[in-house]
């Protein structure tokens, strides 16, 4: 029996999920307030939490290894679900990308060589191994944790990374995304709108961040920057599956094996 079939028959990891996703939009989005700054708790982060608690309990008396091994699974066949839906959205956004103009896609190239900074800290500075890959090829949001888990598996090292990222970012993303705006917006070089226009990143909690930051700033330009937000992030979220696929995971395997003198599976 393959793998994917078992999964899909291991009804105790289905209910559990199914649990744990009504117990999070029951709890539902709990917004913190943080001195001028203030983050929303998405019920994302309480299911993540509560799977964590079942996963740790004595003995495995709920989950088991078993079970978890099957999740891996089933994230993948998820991932695949993902990426259908993310090549419809392709098609149905493309008068909305070509109306966002070249600007809005160009920014997406950042986005391809973030790793080219960030993946020499990785490695020289905090010592990790492919870990890194994951965590430095893209903004870790689900299109990236997808790629991820079609091209090395879902037990891999490069997935942990972009789990990790993806973890960290859905807990504090906001908050960070927030806090730069601020600060990026008192600086009279840098128009709010090109502002606005790096919100969105490709998550609607991010953007929802950062351009609640800017409205406070800049009341008056609301609706401006609602809509250049909005079409950044529609394009962003589209983009973002084809900038890493073809530019930023192969650019960060080939600077992983540069940093580590040609050695690609150290």
């Known amino acids: 029996m393959s793998s994917s079939l078992t999964a ?48 740790i309990a004595p003995k495995k008396a709920v989950l088991s290894e078993k079970n978890v091994g099957h999740a891996a699974t089933a994230m993948a066949l998820a991932g695949g679900l993902l990426m259908a839906k993310l090549g419809v959205s392709s098609g149905a956004s493309l008068n909305e990308i070509l109306a966002a103009g070249l600007p809005v896609a160009l920014q997406n190239l950042g986005e391809g060589f973030s790793s080219l900074f960030s993946l020499p800290l990785a490695i020289l500075v905090f010592g990790m191994s492919r870990e890194a890959i994951g965590m430095t090829f893209g903004v870790s949001r689900e299109a990236n944790v997808t790629l991820i888990s079609e091209k090395y598996g879902a037990e891999s090292a490069e997935f942990r990374g972009v789990m ?16 730069l705006v601020s600060f990026l917006s008192t600086l009279p070089f840098i128009s709010p709108r090109s502002l606005a226009l790096a919100s969105g990143i490709g998550s609607a909690s991010m953007m929802v961040g950062g351009l609640g930051t800017l409205i406070e700033n800049y009341p008056d330009q609301a609706q401006v920057l609602e809509a250049y937000a909005a079409a950044s992030n529609v394009v962003s979220t589209v983009i973002a599956i084809y900038t890493s696929l073809f530019i930023g995971l192969p650019f960060t395997e080939w600077w992983y094996k540069m940093l580590k003198g040609g050695k690609q599976n150290d």
Do not use: C, K, Q
Not at 28 to 50: C, D, E, K, Q, Y
Not at 164 to 179: D, K, P
């Open 8 to 55: 899909g028959r291991d009804w105790r990891l289905h209910a559990l999920v199914f649990v744990s996703s009504i117990v999070a939009e029951l709890i539902g989005p709990v917004r913190v307030p943080l001195g001028r700054f203030s983050f929303t708790l998405a019920p994302l982060i309480w299911s993540m939490i509560l799977m964590a608690v079942i996963y």
């Open 164 to 179: 990790v990222n993806y973890i960290v970012g859905t807990v504090f993303g906001v908050v960070a995304v927030s806090m």
